[in-house]
């Protein structure tokens, strides 16, 4: 009888063993797949309308020169020069990544962060921000001028080259 005993406790022992021998690999598998997950760049997936990403930012009729209008929509200022020229400025700044506003006195972007100035144009007249704002493609279609948000453009400065005309 003693020899039934033993038997099944190596039987339940070598089960349990196993058992965790199993569960343990299988928890290393998981641990690696999630692993090499993270450091994997995931999908960007384009939605079907490809302008679920234009945002149209009024008439160009309606936009007077000289003016600075928020869209915090799409995170833009759209700014229409004297000259009548459109620049779409990105919103956030290039030091810390801070909101920037506009103080419509002085015609100038302000970081509140960490108190880097631009020119209406998006120079930097006040660092620590170490370039320019990034600004948007900005396109006239049938007398509206639209703002595409899907990618900033970086700049280095203010170009009149960046300026879009109706």
């Known amino acids: 009888m003693k020899k039934k005993q033993n038997t099944a406790s190596i039987n339940r022992r070598s089960f349990l063993k196993r058992s965790w021998l199993w569960l343990g690999v299988i928890a290393g598998v998981e641990l690696t797949a999630i692993t090499f997950s993270m450091f994997s760049p995931g999908k960007r997936t384009k939605a079907a309308n490809s302008y679920t990403s234009v945002k149209t930012a009024g008439y160009v009729g309606n936009i007077k020169p000289g003016s600075v209008s928020p869209h915090r929509n799409g995170q833009f ?56 704002l990034d600004i948007y493609r900005v396109f006239i279609e049938q007398g509206q001028v639209k703002v595409d948000t899907d990618r900033k453009i970086r700049r280095k400065k203010f170009s009149k080259a960046d300026l879009v005309y109706a």
């Not at 506003?101 to 120079?123: E, L, N, W």
């Open 77 to 132: 200022y759209l700014v229409r020069m004297n000259d009548g020229g459109f620049l779409a400025v990105s919103l956030t700044c290039t030091h810390l990544g801070c909101s920037v506003g506009f103080d419509a006195g002085k015609k100038q972007f302000i970081c509140p962060c960490h108190s880097s100035v631009f020119s209406i144009g998006g120079d930097v007249l006040s660092p620590p921000a170490p370039r320019a």
